[in-house]
């Protein structure tokens, strides 16, 4: 039934009664697919190079790096 709605909202978008049916998942949708910030993007990027080098059978020395609450793992090709 969702599905249907969905493709109904799509064919009449101006539709008042399926505008507001449909605006609670717009606005959970708007809030969970912001870009990555920078910091979050080099996070991925490092943790991307470790599993690459893991995966390719390198050796990885790792340790740990504490901000915070938040622990960070460091990767470096030995």
Request: net charge positive.
């Amino acid at each position: 039934m969702a599905y249907e709605v969905i493709k109904l909202s799509g064919k009449k978008p101006d539709h008042p009664v399926l505008r507001i049916i449909i605006a609670p998942g717009l606005w959970l949708q708007r809030m969970t697919t912001r870009p990555p910030l920078d910091d979050q993007i080099e996070v991925a990027l490092r943790a991307l190079q470790g599993a690459l080098r893991l995966e390719s059978g390198q050796k990885a020395v790792c340790g740990y790096l504490r901000q915070s609450a938040s622990e960070i793992i460091i990767c470096s090709k030995n």
